[in-house]
């Protein structure tokens, strides 16, 4: 016992250590930059020996976190060349996205429920989405016209980054894009509504099929989706140097710099975001019952990866399996997580809310309270379905805001942080499908949060 609590220790001392060292040269200056870079890396190793008596994934990669953020910023080159790994393991997670949504959704649908049950489900998960998103483009709209981030920030000059090409899309397109016209292209574009719908559509085909016609096709979805989580556990051995990898080619090509100037509008988002989980999706979780300790615990994982890769595809394996252990039914799973990561994005509601504002203070022209409602509740239909792409948020905010006639140049200036930003409203994405299933469940009086065990790639006995 002394062995390991002498490890739980080593990292507190030594971040404490470091913070005092940042501490004293911040007041009084004088301290070389060496002795910085020394405590910095003492304390990377000290969290290392952790996480080696630790033996556990989640714990490592946090130390990844560490690990990426150190080398960005020390070894700006190097870390730039580790984005490699980060795109490894997004590549090896959208092999997983198509074959686990199909496996579980008509598994769940053919061999567990009936049709009544579907369509109580996605009535059930619609009415939850649009509230709870509706909640949080109100707290975004709240939150940048207290804190009016946008206010005061000049035109800036000289070459900037170039954003992508948008085309602009009638409510016609809007419609026909949740609909698949070929499997195949709607799996390899990773358009996870289309393969929703059609996973759907097939498991209630097979639904009406004989018993005797049906049991080969339920018994091979039940073990492809089997295979597919043990898959996705082989690939989170992985997770760690994907999301180090991440970590490290965030921080160096973007530095630390780049937060003086846009401190407030960082601070703005975070703070809304935290409003959010504390004063919504907490009494939610109070609400049905939730046992937060251990919901916190298992999607602690999935949490993790989203922040890091800005991607919420990429934590959908490890969130399913993280709430099927909580006592989620799996088929409950299968159907709201997927469909939620289209109609139930949170934290992007609630930042393109903020950030559409932000824009239009920025250019200094004056919306009224009515105006900024048609904007925002423009973009909460245009956003559904871009959860699973990094940063392509910003594309749904310049083809809005040009839409309604502002400029262009101040979601540059967003672009700068954007990956800062999009790391936190990418979390509560997840965060907030975790629970959506948890919710329906309880709606659904299937919610058993006293069977299975919180498991996890990597995990032992410390």
């Not at 019952?289 to 990429?314: H, Q």
Request: aromatic share 10%; charged share 10%.
């Amino acid at each position: 016992m002394k062995k390991i609590s002498f490890f739980i220790w080593l990292p507190l001392i030594t971040v404490t250590l470091t913070a005092l060292l940042y501490g004293l040269n911040f007041i009084l200056g004088g301290i070389s930059d060496l002795i910085l870079a020394i405590s910095r890396w003492v304390t990377v190793a000290s969290f290392f020996v952790y996480g080696i008596k630790k033996k556990n994934l989640t714990t490592w990669i946090f130390i990844s976190l560490l690990v990426g953020g150190t080398i960005g910023h020390d070894f700006p080159e190097i870390g730039s060349g580790f984005q490699v790994l980060s795109k490894i393991f997004l590549k090896l997670i959208k092999t997983i996205i198509a074959p686990l949504i199909f496996a579980t959704l008509v598994h769940g649908i053919a061999g567990h429920s009936d049709m009544k049950q579907v369509g109580r489900m996605g009535w059930k998960s619609l009415v939850y989405f649009e509230i709870v998103t509706t909640i949080a483009l109100f707290i975004g709209l709240a939150a940048i016209n207290f804190t009016q981030a946008g206010v005061g920030i000049k035109h800036p000059t000289g070459h900037q980054e170039a954003l992508p090409e948008v085309l602009p899309q009638t409510w016609q397109d809007i419609i026909l894009h949740i609909f698949p016209e070929n499997i195949a292209k709607s799996i390899a574009e990773g358009q996870v509504l289309q393969v929703v719908v059609f996973s759907i559509l097939f498991g209630i085909a097979l639904l009406l099929v004989p018993d005797n016609k049906r049991e080969f096709l339920v018994r091979f979805t039940d073990s492809l989706a089997e295979t597919m989580f043990k898959f996705t556990n082989i690939i989170m051995y992985f997770a760690p140097f994907g999301v180090g990898g991440a970590m490290a080619y965030t921080v160096s090509h973007m530095g630390l710099g780049v937060l003086v100037n846009l401190l407030q509008l960082l601070l703005t988002l975070y703070g809304a975001l935290i409003i959010f989980l504390l004063f919504v999706l907490l009494p939610v979780a109070l609400i049905i019952k939730l046992p937060l300790r251990k919901f916190i615990k298992s999607v602690g994982e999935a949490v993790s990866i989203a922040f890091a890769t800005t991607s919420s595809e990429a934590a959908l394996p490890k969130a399913m399996e993280a709430m099927e252990n909580i006592g989620v039914p799996r088929k409950i799973v299968a159907f709201v997580m997927p469909t939620g990561y289209t109609f139930n994005l949170d934290g992007t509601t609630l930042y393109l809310s903020l950030a559409s504002v932000f824009v239009a203070q920025a250019a200094g022209i004056p919306m009224s309270f009515s105006q900024q409602l048609i904007m925002v509740f423009t973009l909460m239909i245009t956003s559904k379905g871009v959860a699973g792409v990094p940063r392509a948020s910003l594309v749904i905010l310049l083809g809005t805001v040009s839409s309604f006639g502002l400029p262009a140049w101040p979601i540059f200036i967003i672009l700068g942080i954007d990956e800062l930003m999009d790391m936190a409203r990418t979390s509560v994405n997840v965060i907030g499908n975790c629970l959506a299933s948890a919710v329906v469940a309880r709606w659904e009086g299937e919610f058993n949060p006293e069977v299975g065990e919180i498991t996890t790639a990597g995990e032992g006995k410390s």
